[in-house]
């Protein structure tokens, strides 16, 4: 269920909770943020960041220009995904940083990773420290 630009998730006894806000530049449809525009694959064009979110077809992730959620930066320490300019904040403490092979930098890799979002799997390019 989506309310504005918010994803909800329905809570015992029917009442519902914000799952996550969608992020400037995606579609809340079917409760999920659904990427709109053209993918990209690490960079992206005024003061947007590229970051995962769920593809229109509403059965795989992909990586989609958004307008920044929070301050900290892709690979900086966090604990919610709202610190984060991706809007992701990873299980292993880090913000979520989309890239193309060989774009993130000297000691950090550009890896396919795994993310669950709304309950859709799939996989990104990723940096990981």
Known sequence: ???GQSSMVCLPAGSYSVERMC???????SGLCIGSGQPCSGTCEGGKVCTALV????????TY????????????????DSECQSGLCLKQGYCYRACA????GLAIRCVEVTLTLSGVQGKVRGCVP
């Open 55 to 62: 593809a229109p077809t509403l059965t795989s992730l992909g």
């Open 65 to 80: 220009c958004v307008t920044p959620v929070g301050i900290r930066p892709g690979n900086s320490p966090c604990t919610k």
């Open 23 to 29: 992020p400037a530049g995606s579609v809340c449809q």
């Open 1 to 3: 269920m989506c309310n």
């Open 101 to 104: 092979e060989k774009s993130c």
